[in-house]
């Protein structure tokens, strides 16, 4: 087999040594075969046709740049191609259901989109004067008031960038609270095994020291695992409710009483919002802080990193440390406050991003929560658990369901029904990958061995949930009757097959090196 620099096969063959049918592109016909761009560049190529640049003297005093800085050329039409086909290649909420858990990945309704393209939303620079952007400054704070309302706390930090950064927003309000009551030796902070691996990573970051609660058989957090923990150097307890087990924690205020009892805070992870909102609140569960993902929650999209938004909600005694800026109601309309002396009694920790946030998320989750009114968002809470539990019971009987007993938003099984097949839960994401379907969350939660975790989401229809449920089970029953080859060789019909990830964690490959003209040379003649 022949090879390209970058370790790619780049044989023309009909017949693939695993019987797969190759045609001479590489391409299978619509699926098109796609180099990386450095090897698609075409010296000299453009997409722009400018008028030579007027000649000036140069001012860099005998300093000359360095020639060409080793970007590929192209024109716009390979540009273009270039990137459809590679977006092509991606699972994506618009083309499959994405039962990723955790991650409440739904639709992304079309309005929000419209929404966030008017040219008054659209079109405007965070460094307008305030005057010229009333009504954005008006959406911020309606989508304030609605998070508030919904939540019951009385503010909200807006300009998180994603749920991990208003983690961050919170440990270091509670920091900021903490040293004002002069008890900065309070940094020892309580988190359960099932915890979103931000959550501990967040609290290292601002100079916490992590204090792990175990989990209880059936899943959950007692009381009692809490109070073994409390003392005076106890910061707070970073709490996920529902939790990364799919379950609700009962015990949540007798937690959040004996918490605040002995002087720590109570950081709610409100990733999983999504089952609750419009049912609960969590300023009546004794919550100091809270994020919201409003890419997970309020419909905004993920992907590609982001932009995600990540508003924190606060108590009473957190939010005069809320970070700068945050528009308040002026004397001529809405105004910024861009600085701590305009702050009045407030003592904000800081700034935590350059402008207020990711407007263009702002618009959307507004969007999503006024075109679904308060009975609509009681209403996403309600199907989301209701779609959930429609999975574990109709995959229970095939696959270990890890706990008791119904869900919230998110079905949480473990690898004993691959016990003894030689199936691991990896060979089953990627034969769900070959069925057109991306994998849910693997490994994680970490407290039961092997986890898969499914949430559906309240978009999916019941036809959509029955055609993954029937593969779930087609999957399930074949692993179990022992067609192992069919799992170890999977995916199959993937552009690139199953990947040695052990030599990919070990040695990733990240630069592409230009590969000597010699190599191309032999290449060719092979
Ligand atoms: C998604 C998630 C986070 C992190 O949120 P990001 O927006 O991805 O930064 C934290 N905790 C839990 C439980 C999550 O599911």
Redesign the pocket.
């Known amino acids: 087999m022949a090879m390209n620099s970058q370790g790619r096969d780049s044989t023309p063959h009909s017949v693939s040594v695993t019987g797969d049918v190759v045609t001479f592109t590489g391409n299978k016909a619509l699926q098109q075969e796609e180099a990386l761009i450095f090897e698609l560049d075409n010296p000299g190529a453009v997409g722009v046709d400018l008028p030579e640049p007027v000649t000036t003297k140069t001012r860099l005093g005998g300093l000359s740049p360095r020639p060409g800085v080793g970007l590929p050329q192209l024109a716009e039409p390979d540009v273009v191609r270039h990137y459809t086909r590679l977006s092509q290649k991606n699972f994506a909420i618009d083309t499959t259901m994405y039962p990723l858990g955790?991650?409440?990945m739904k639709h992304n309704p079309r309005l929000n989109e419209k929404m966030a393209r008017l040219p008054g939303f659209g079109d405007i620079h965070p460094m307008q004067p305030v005057e010229t952007v009333q009504g954005a400054l008006e959406l911020i704070d309606q989508l304030a008031y609605w998070l508030k309302t919904l939540t019951g706390m009385p503010a909200v930090a807006m300009s998180p960038g994603?749920?991990?950064?208003?983690?961050l927003c919170g440990l270091m309000a509670i920091h900021a609270a903490l040293d004002a009551r002069g008890e900065s030796h309070r940094r020892r902070v309580l988190v359960p095994e099932s915890?979103?691996g931000?959550?501990p990573a967040t609290a290292a970051f601002c100079g916490f020291t992590v204090d792990t609660i175990p989990a209880e058989e059936n899943g959950r957090v007692s009381v009692e695992a809490v109070k073994a923990k409390l003392g005076d150097d106890v910061a707070c307890i970073m709490l996920?409710n529902p939790n990364?087990c799919g379950l609700f924690e009962p015990q949540i205020k007798e937690i959040a009483d004996a918490v605040h009892a002995a002087g720590g805070y109570f950081y709610c992870?409100g990733?999983?919002y999504n089952a609750i909102v419009g049912r609960v609140r969590p300023a009546d569960l004794g919550v100091d802080a809270m994020?919201i993902?409003l890419?997970?929650t309020f419909s905004t999209p993920h992907g590609g990193g982001g932009p995600?938004s990540?508003p924190v909600v606060l108590s009473e005694a957190l939010a005069p440390f809320a970070p700068l800026p945050f528009v308040v109601h002026g004397k001529d309309g809405f105004d910024l406050i861009e600085h701590a002396k305009d702050a009045g009694k407030a003592q904000p920790f800081g700034r935590l991003k350059g402008f207020h946030g990711q407007m263009g998320m702002f618009v959307r989750a507004l969007a999503y929560m006024l075109s679904h009114g308060a009975d609509g968002l009681r209403q996403v809470a309600s199907d989301a658990v209701l779609n959930a539990n429609y999975v574990l019971a109709s995959l229970k009987d095939v696959m270990s369901a890890s706990f008791e007993g119904p869900c919230m938003h998110e079905a949480l099984f473990d690898d004993r029904f691959l016990k003894g097949t030689g199936v691991t839960p990896l060979d089953f994401a990627k034969a769900m990958i070959d069925e057109g379907y991306h994998p849910m969350t693997m490994y994680f939660p970490l407290v039961v061995h092997g986890a898969l975790l499914i949430e559906p989401t309240e978009t999916e229809s019941k036809r959509t949930l029955d055609q993954f449920i029937g593969t779930m089970r087609h999957l399930a029953q074949k692993a179990i009757a022992g067609d192992l080859a069919h799992f170890q060789a999977a995916p199959r019909l993937t552009p690139r097959k199953r990947l040695d990830e052990t030599q990919a964690a070990r040695k990733p490959v990240l630069r592409w090196v230009k590969p000597a003209p010699q190599a191309v040379v032999a290449q060719a003649a092979e």
């Not at 994603?162 to 983690?167: I, L, P, Q, T």
Request: glycine share 16%.
């Open positions: 955790s991650c409440t994603a749920g991990a950064h208003g983690e915890a979103h931000t959550n996920t990364t992870d990733a999983n994020h993902n890419h997970k995600g990540g």
